[in-house]
């Protein structure tokens, strides 16, 4: 669920940075908590060193015109948004060199639940329960988490990713940054190009987020969040679980 923080303000009609880039979409973020997983299920293997990461994460429109989300739309996480990726840096600079990245996205899914989405999405105008409007000048904040996992000392899943052994050569205190998809795009594998009609269709009421230029059949949308710092020498051990 989201909670509107902050009302509109007056924003200068040149066209920001954000804005040329993603629709004056910014997306910052908090970690609240970080411990290690201490799963009975998922995290026992001695090979693989997990950590539960919590999140604080603000969608900010820093643009001049409204952004029209489509509502939290996947299967699988009916009520959040796709977290499919993410990276360590040792500097604050959104272009400095990942440490370590990992990540796994949605698959392409023919299922009934997008089949539905695609026909209560195509309309005249965005329809309240499927779509949420950000005004310029307002964020919104909820709460997130994921699991960043590392191999313990040798690669057991990818040899270009370091292990936790390697990752002790970098100081503790690194900074994160996140990505998310936040298009339902599975909803074309029933109607075809669906969202940037939509895109089209609705302009007059907002910037429907999508990518400028389609990669593949379907049109999705990533965005990376700003760099935000964590440190693992603060990680909790869980022992309730």
């Not at 989300?69 to 499919?84: C, H, I, M, N």
């Not at 965005?126 to 000392?153: C, N, Y």
């Not at 390697?166 to 940054?177: D, H, T, Y």
């Amino acid at each position: 669920m989201f909670y509107l923080l902050l009302t509109a303000s007056q924003i200068p009609a040149q066209q920001t940075k954000a804005e040329l880039k993603n629709y004056g979409l910014v997306v910052r973020g908090q970690v609240t908590d970080l411990e290690f997983c201490r799963h009975p299920t998922y995290c026992t293997d001695k090979n693989q060193t997990k950590f539960d990461v919590k999140l604080k994460v603000e969608f900010s429109n820093e643009g001049s015109r409204p952004i029209i989300f489509f509502a939290p739309a996947v299967d699988v996480l009916p009520d959040r948004y796709w977290l499919g990726g993410w990276s360590l840096s040792v500097n604050e600079d959104s272009e400095a060199e990942n440490i370590f990245s990992d990540g796994y996205w949605e698959s392409v899914s023919g299922g009934d639940y997008y089949k539905s989405l695609a026909e209560q999405l195509d309309a005249k105008a965005p329809p309240a329960k499927q779509t949420r409007v950000l005004q310029p000048g307002e964020r919104w904040s909820f709460p997130d988490e994921f699991r960043i996992s590392f191999d313990t000392e040798s690669n057991q899943r990818f040899s270009e990713h370091r292990t936790w052994k390697e990752m002790q050569a970098f100081p503790m205190k690194l900074w994160l940054r996140i990505d998310y998809e936040l298009s339902p795009w599975n909803v074309e594998f029933f109607r075809p190009d669906l969202i940037r009609r939509l895109q089209r269709r609705w302009k007059p009421v907002g910037n429907v987020l999508v990518e400028r230029k389609r990669e593949d059949r379907f049109n999705k949308f990533r965005i990376s969040s700003e760099p935000m710092p964590i440190d693992f020498s603060q990680a909790r051990s869980n022992t309730d679980q």
